[in-house]
């Protein structure tokens, strides 16, 4: 159904929301790299538990358990990056970095009607996670420690501090704001278009795969201009508003 399906969807950034200060934390003392690698083995090892049994509180649990190993990818890997990578190409390849949410859905999308049952796609995808984790275990190096300087916890007083500083909490509703937009649009547009268009699920699945792909260029663009000198916040305004405008059309407009 649509409401089981808006919770198997919603299970990530509800566990993102929770839990990203923890994650910060865990990368921040243990180290990105095996924080990293942590995170890829979770994901896998959750991804692949799923088919094990075929039920749907069995599927909720083990995506809140992918969500963990998600958040410490996420959190840990631009971490990785930001390390790894020169300064003047830091801005470029974190807006290739950033293509990753739109090339999986897409990739998701177009592959799994193909696939035939969701169960091949999650067996795949744990796969995959495993076999990057173990790439990552062999070619990445991790950081040098400084034993000078051990790394504390944030004390509640430093927490609420970030909480409430003006930019930090802008640009988490901004976000929010395009996740719920994203996600409602995204979720449900196979679906969409198989009722209201009449399109098959194979047809369905490539017309979403490619709409969803839409973003990669949008991140790529995004990069581009930052490693020119643009501004962000103008970048921000001028999508937002972008965003505004088409939502209201697709979501408004008698289809």
């Not at 159904?1 to 003392?29: K, T």
């Not at 990552?136 to 400084?146: C, D, E, H, T």
């Not at 699920?201 to 017309?207: F, H, M, R, T, V």
């Amino acid at each position: 159904s649509l409401a089981g399906l808006s919770w198997v969807m919603s299970v990530f950034p509800i566990v993102g929301m929770i839990g990203g200060l923890i994650a910060g934390i865990l990368v921040q003392r243990q180290g990105d790299r095996s924080m990293l690698i942590l995170g890829l083995v979770i994901l896998g090892a959750a991804s692949m538990a799923a088919v094990a049994l075929p039920s749907y509180g069995w599927l909720i649990t083990t995506r809140i358990v992918e969500g963990l190993g998600f958040l410490l990818i996420v959190v840990a890997a631009p971490a990785v990056l930001n390390r790894l990578t020169p300064p003047e190409r830091r801005l470029i390849v974190f807006g290739i970095w950033s293509c990753f949410m739109g090339a999986g859905i897409s990739l998701s999308m177009l592959l799994g009607p193909m696939l035939g049952y969701w169960h091949v796609l999650w067996l795949v995808d744990g796969a995959l996670a495993l076999l990057i984790a173990l790439g990552v275990a062999l070619k990445v190096r991790p950081a040098a420690k400084n034993k000078n300087q051990a790394p504390s916890m944030p004390t509640g007083k430093e927490i609420w501090s970030v909480a409430g500083s003006p930019a930090p909490l802008f640009l988490a509703l901004a976000f929010g704001a395009y996740n719920l937009q994203f996600f409602a649009f995204m979720s449900f547009l196979p679906s969409f278009l198989m009722e209201h268009a009449q399109l098959t699920l194979p047809q369905a699945g490539i017309a979403a795969a490619i709409t969803v792909a839409a973003n990669m260029f949008g991140n790529l663009l995004a990069g581009w201009c930052l490693q020119r000198g643009a501004r962000p916040a103008l970048l921000l305004a001028i999508t937002f508003a972008i965003n505004g405008v088409l939502g209201s059309i697709i979501y408004l407009a008698p289809l």
